[in-house]
């Protein structure tokens, strides 16, 4: 006869010891997002409470400044005028002011500045000489882009011309 052989001793039960289950990860994304919602509350909370709802320090008079913008923009509307600006050659900025009709206009005052986009850096002030048939030109630096804001005026009426301008 053969000896016994002793049996192997059952498998012992899997440890639950830090296993995850799923418990856990709905514990886990429940915190999650419970954590995100809070600190959402929390500053929508702190931003009305803080804001004012006042843009400017001057609400009164930025709205009289702009009614006197849009009363402009209707008078500049009604006279028709038009503006073409140009880089003629280097160093130089030309305007060209036309009536509704398509004249020449060639008896105004026109005066501007040039500003660079980002930036206060290296603003120059202009002011244009008539050189005939509506034209009008100022000495400039230009390299680069410029924002070019000028007013023409006559006796009675006034103008303003806002464009960019590219230079080599």
Partial sequence: MRPAVP?????????VKGQITGKHVLI????FFGLVVGVDAFFVVKAYSTFSGQVASNPYEAGLAFNRTLALREREAALGWTAEAAVPRPGVVALRMKDKVGRPLSTLSLTGTLERPATEIGRQVLVFTPTGDGWYQAGARLDGAWDLRAT???AQDQFEIETRLVGQ
């Avoid at 049996?7 to 440890?15: D, E, K, V």
Wanted: glycine letters at 6%; zero cysteines.
């Fill in 7 to 15: 049996s192997p001793a059952p498998p012992a039960a899997p440890s």
């Fill in 152 to 154: 023409a005026r006559n």
């Fill in 28 to 31: 886990g994304v429940v915190l």
